[in-house]
């Protein structure tokens, strides 16, 4: 008899977002996205950070002050899309732990992706999540929230 309580392709390429964010070295936020195609195949995978080249020691990671982290750091979604090395995204899903910023909306509409699954909206209210929220929805993007079936998803190194 099968087993019963695997995952979901949703919950199962959200944990390997999930997994990518471990890669970040943003001391606040660790945002990761993965990008699949129709076949469920992934694509492509990305996480917040400075652009290649740029060291992590040289830059600042503040979230205040007058030298922060913002007009360096390369979100997580837009390193997906630049990871994916020209492959092609047309209808293409992108799996991300935090809804994509408006700069990230125009990076996801460009690439040809439709549909954006994400886990937390802490930022609604931001005028720039709005502004992603409606251009989305303007280009005829399929958005959705994932409620996983299980609050975590335990992986260990340790083979049986």
């Keep these: 008899m099968k087993r019963t309580d695997y995952i979901s392709w949703d919950e199962y390429f959200m944990g390997v977002a999930l997994l990518a964010a471990k ?3 943003d001391p606040s936020t660790q945002v990761g996205a993965c990008i699949v195609d129709d076949s469920n195949v992934i694509l492509s995978t990305g996480y917040n ?8 020691d040289e830059f600042p990671w503040e979230r205040e002050g007058s030298d922060t982290k913002y007009p360096f750091v390369v979100h997580a979604e837009l390193n997906a899309i630049l990871n994916a090395n020209g492959k092609s995204l047309k209808d293409a899903r992108l799996y991300v732990a935090l809804f994509p910023c408006n700069e990230c909306a125009k990076a996801i509409i460009q690439s040809g992706i439709k549909q954006v699954t994400y886990l937390s ?5 931001d005028k720039m999540t709005i502004a992603s929220k409606r251009m989305l929805l303007s280009a005829g993007i399929n958005v959705k929230q994932l409620i996983p079936s299980k609050d975590e998803i335990c992986i260990s ?4």
């Excluded at 909206?121 to 209210?125: G, H, L, P, R, V």
């Design 23 to 25: 890669r970040s070295k």
């Design 121 to 125: 909206d802490k930022y609604a209210e």
């Design 157 to 160: 190194f340790i083979t049986e």
């Design 49 to 56: 950070g400075f652009p290649k080249g740029c060291s992590d």
